[in-house]
C-alpha cells in the first residue's frame, strides 16, 4: 500500500464501541452517518473473521478499511481507477478494475471489496479476476447497499439482491460462507428522512443522534430484524475459494 505512512482514519473511525462512521462531515455527511455505522460494524466483523494473509483492496479509495485489516495482514495492494472521485493516493494500481486486473493468479488470502460492486457497470469480468487472484482457500469480503440512494453518480449502476449476488459466486466457482442483509425497514427510513435533512447541518446531527437512539431500543431493533429479509438496507457477503490453502 502507498503513502502507508500519510494514512488517516477518514469515513471510518475506531471508538470504544469499534468501528464506527465519522463525525467529520467532510468525510461523511451527517445524512449517510448512520448507514455508514451499520456498514463500519459488518466489516469489522466480518474482517477480523475472515481477513488474514496478503490483501487485495479493490476500489480502495482513501483506504478507509486500513486500520482493521493492517494488524491482519501480511502484505497489502490497494487498486483503484484515475476516475475516482475519492483521493487514491494509496493505491498501488491504478486501473479499471471491471477491464482486468493487472495482477498475478493465485496471488491473495483476502480481496476487500466493500461499497464498488455497484460502481462497476459490467461486474461479471470482475468476479471471474477475483476467483483467479484469490489462493485456494482465500476469501473475498463484500459490501454493497441495497435500498439506498443515486450517489456517486453517473457511476451508479446496480443493486444487487442476495441471490443475484450468490448467483455471481456461483457461476466462478466460489463458494458463499456468510451472506446476510444489514439495516431492515426501519434504518431504510431513518436513511431517508436523514438525506432531506442533511442540508440542514442542525437538523441532519439531530436526526443522527435520534436514529442511534432508536435503533437502540428493543422494540425497534426487533423490528428491523424481521424486516430486513424483505427491505435490507444493504448485504455483507464472504465466499471463498474452494481448495487447500
Given at each position: 500500500?502507498?503513502?502507508?505512512?500519510?494514512?488517516?482514519?477518514?469515513?471510518?473511525v475506531?471508538?470504544r464501541?469499534g468501528?464506527?462512521?465519522?463525525?467529520?462531515?467532510?468525510?461523511?455527511?451527517?445524512?449517510s452517518?448512520?448507514t455508514?455505522?451499520?456498514?463500519?460494524?459488518?466489516?469489522?466483523?466480518?474482517?477480523?473473521?475472515?481477513c488474514?494473509?496478503?490483501?487485495l483492496?479493490?476500489?480502495?479509495?482513501?483506504?478507509?478499511?486500513?486500520s482493521?485489516?493492517?494488524?491482519?495482514?501480511?502484505?497489502?495492494?490497494?487498486?483503484?481507477?484515475?476516475?475516482?472521485?475519492?483521493?487514491i493516493?494509496?493505491?498501488?494500481?491504478?486501473?479499471?478494475?471491471?477491464a482486468?486486473?493487472?495482477?498475478?493468479?493465485?496471488?491473495?488470502h483476502?480481496?476487500?471489496l466493500?461499497?464498488?460492486?455497484?460502481h462497476?457497470?459490467?461486474?461479471?469480468?470482475?468476479?471471474?479476476?477475483?476467483?483467479?487472484?484469490?489462493?485456494?482457500?482465500?476469501?473475498?469480503?463484500?459490501?454493497?447497499p441495497?435500498?439506498y440512494?443515486?450517489?456517486?453518480?453517473?457511476?451508479?449502476?446496480h443493486?444487487?439482491?442476495?441471490?443475484?449476488?450468490?448467483?455471481?459466486?456461483?457461476?466462478?466457482?466460489?463458494?458463499?460462507v456468510?451472506?446476510?442483509?444489514?439495516?431492515?425497514?426501519?434504518?431504510v427510513?431513518?436513511?431517508?428522512?436523514?438525506?432531506?435533512?442533511?442540508?440542514?447541518t442542525?437538523?441532519?446531527?439531530?436526526?443522527?443522534r435520534?436514529?442511534?437512539?432508536v435503533?437502540?431500543?428493543?422494540?425497534?431493533?426487533?423490528?428491523?430484524?424481521?424486516?430486513?429479509?424483505?427491505?435490507?438496507l444493504?448485504?455483507?457477503?464472504?465466499?471463498?475459494k474452494?481448495?487447500?490453502?
Amino acid at each position: 500500500m502507498k503513502n502507508q505512512d500519510n494514512w488517516r482514519p477518514t469515513k471510518y473511525v475506531t471508538t470504544r464501541r469499534g468501528l464506527r462512521a465519522s463525525a467529520d462531515p467532510r468525510e461523511v455527511s451527517a445524512g449517510s452517518r448512520l448507514t455508514a455505522d451499520l456498514q463500519a460494524q459488518a466489516y469489522e466483523k466480518a474482517l477480523k473473521t475472515h481477513c488474514r494473509g496478503a490483501v487485495l483492496d479493490l476500489g480502495c479509495g482513501k483506504a478507509p478499511l486500513y486500520s482493521v485489516y493492517k494488524p491482519l495482514a501480511s502484505s497489502i495492494c490497494c487498486v483503484d481507477w484515475e476516475e475516482s472521485c475519492h483521493d487514491i493516493s494509496h493505491a498501488d494500481v491504478r486501473c479499471d478494475i471491471g477491464a482486468g486486473l493487472p495482477l498475478a493468479s493465485e496471488q491473495f488470502h483476502t480481496v476487500v471489496l466493500t461499497d464498488v460492486l455497484e460502481h462497476v457497470a459490467h461486474p461479471a469480468p470482475l468476479w471471474s479476476e477475483i476467483y483467479r487472484v484469490l489462493q485456494p482457500a482465500g476469501k473475498v469480503i463484500l459490501g454493497v447497499p441495497f435500498l439506498y440512494w443515486v450517489h456517486e453518480e453517473p457511476h451508479d449502476y446496480h443493486r444487487y439482491t442476495r441471490y443475484k449476488l450468490a448467483g455471481f459466486c456461483e457461476n466462478v466457482g466460489l463458494e458463499v460462507v456468510l451472506l446476510e442483509p444489514y439495516g431492515g425497514a426501519l434504518e431504510v427510513v431513518l436513511d431517508i428522512v436523514a438525506k432531506h435533512l442533511s442540508a440542514w447541518t442542525v437538523s441532519g446531527r439531530a436526526w443522527y443522534r435520534f436514529s442511534r437512539l432508536v435503533v437502540g431500543l428493543r422494540p425497534w431493533r426487533s423490528l428491523s430484524r424481521r424486516t430486513m429479509e424483505k427491505f435490507p438496507l444493504g448485504y455483507l457477503l464472504v465466499a471463498v475459494k474452494p481448495g487447500a490453502s
